[in-house]
């Protein structure tokens, strides 16, 4: 088992679960198995509030606590208790519970436990891949129990082991690669694969654990489930995980419920099949499967609407839509409401969705106080592709380049293999200034992630814009043929054939577009770009205008974009500027 380093054990200090977290003696805090970054500071104060089981901690004391807690002299030492408690209620969320006590200090209220396991960085590190759908099972079904298993890992109160990203490891398994292959890839010390088969009245599922180091089967087990309760399948795939990693030999088929897991039983199983199936479907990315997601979705809430899982992901089916072309911003925003309706009782299951609440208070309201309300409300929570994507979004659309690049280079730790994260490097230098960054990154992500759309999206744009006008053309027409819907991935070949000087055939595209945004809604802010290219400044400001207007959820980023830089010094360009700059403006004044 790889040794991720540890405290020796003469310096260790008391380790804690309370709510979803946990405290880890080496100082390691985790959230569902992913870590949060807390400075020195935050750590020591956290560590004084758990040690004093429930009891008030005068200010004094926590300021001695944030001071001596800073890891070196560098680090921006929180200086009075009451930073000390809102930077961690900032980090930890709403379901952790710091008191005030009024003229005496602060006191820890959730319920907190110290326990004496091992820590994270000894914990066997996983990796989970997509069981195999055999013939007679829906090809949606195995992705949709092992991504539930994880889930459901994540939730435990004690560890057994770290997981590996869930999009690196299917980005591997589905470049074929052999599940020792994903396991040295991502580093893991175990790699778990299986079947789904179909049985007249039951699911079999087969799950193998695999020791990645020498190729040794640690355990192989098969669990029998009624067909007609698939939500099943992934509390009895987590519990296996459980308990063979804590050691047990049991039987899974024994008749016993599972301990540690309330067994799920769905309120609607129409509705959680619904969910299901929608899920696997709008993760395609392709324009008419999301758009069947969509009803799929909105189908499962009607029939079920405590299923706050089909509502997370409906409210970010709705934005990736919105961003690919496919929903106008006003349709997205409805459904991103409609998921996330006032007065609606998200729970911890549904904080997922704040980032999408926020999405729609920022780019469709122009609310950056609020939009920013409902990133810090979900701030504690851990890496996932479609919350880092939402605040990656944020961070560019604010044109804070550095925030944007942290946001990602921390994901990336922790799923190095996801190939959106690599492109969306590559976006942020490219916004930000940095060339010939972004033009290393681009073709790193080229070489890791051949035929991917969104790498080959962002490497149109950046190769044209740096001197590989006729690459770039090659990639973004490979790209609009497979995706002919993918509007901004016609906007960027319209792109790369003007910077080619091949006009005619852009402006034909541009034509095209033209007649399409008749029929439908076609984003307009990444055209602009290519009347730029065509010197056609005036038809390129229209377009940023059309942007403007319609909410284009490309639209602030665009502005930041260096291809645009010929129309800066227009002031119909510095008044589109200042719209961003008049809604920070407002915010910081409330």
Known sequence: MQDRGSLPAGDRQPAYTFGKFRLESDGTVLHSQQRVQLTGSELAVLRLLLGSKGKVVTHADLNRAAAGGARDTTENVVDSAAEAIASLRKRLGPDVQIETVSRRGFRFASEAHELSETPSSTLPHVAVLPLF?????????????????????????????????????????????SALDIGRAVRADMVLTGTLRALPAHHRMRAEMIQVEDGRPLWTEDVLVERSNPAKLEVQLARLITLRLEGGAISITASAEPEGYELYEPVNREAYELYQRAR??????????????VQHLTRAI??????MAARVDLAHLAITEAFHGYLSPSVAVDLVRSAARPGFDIGAEGEAILPAVGWVSFHYDRDVRTALKA?????????DPWISRARVILALSRWRFEEATQIINQALSTDPWSPWLHARLAWVHHLAGNAAASVSQINDALLKFPLHEGIEFYAGIILAFNGEAERAAELAA????????????????????????????????????????????????????????????????????????????????????????????????RDLEQILKNMERVAQRI
């Open 478 to 573: 490979a790209l609009a043929q497979r995706r002919p819907y993918f509007d901004p991935a016609t906007a960027v070949r319209a792109y790369t054939l003007a910077v080619a000087g091949r006009r005619d055939e852009a402006l034909s595209i541009l034509e095209q577009m033209e007649w399409t945004g008749r029929e439908r809604y076609v984003l307009n802010s990444l055209s602009a770009a290519v009347y730029v290219a065509l010197g056609q400044p005036d038809r390129a400001l229209a377009e940023l205008q059309a942007a403007n207007e319609a909410r284009c959820p490309w639209f602030f980023q665009t502005l930041a974009d260096p291809r645009l830089a010929p129309l800066r010094a227009t002031g119909e360009f």
């Open 133 to 177: 759908a055999e013939f007679g099972v829906a090809e949606y079904l195995g992705a949709a129990v092992t991504e539930g298993a994880i889930k459901l890992l994540g939730r435990q109160r004690l560890s057994v082991c770290t997981l590996a990203a869930r999009e690196s490891v299917a980005t591997l398994a589905r470049r074929g690669l």
């Open 375 to 383: 990133f810090e409300l979900s701030s504690h929570l851990p890496h």
């Open 302 to 307: 009607e029939l079920d609407a405590s299923l």
């Open 280 to 293: 696997y479907e709008w993760q395609s990315l392709e324009r008419h499967r999301m758009q069947d997601a």
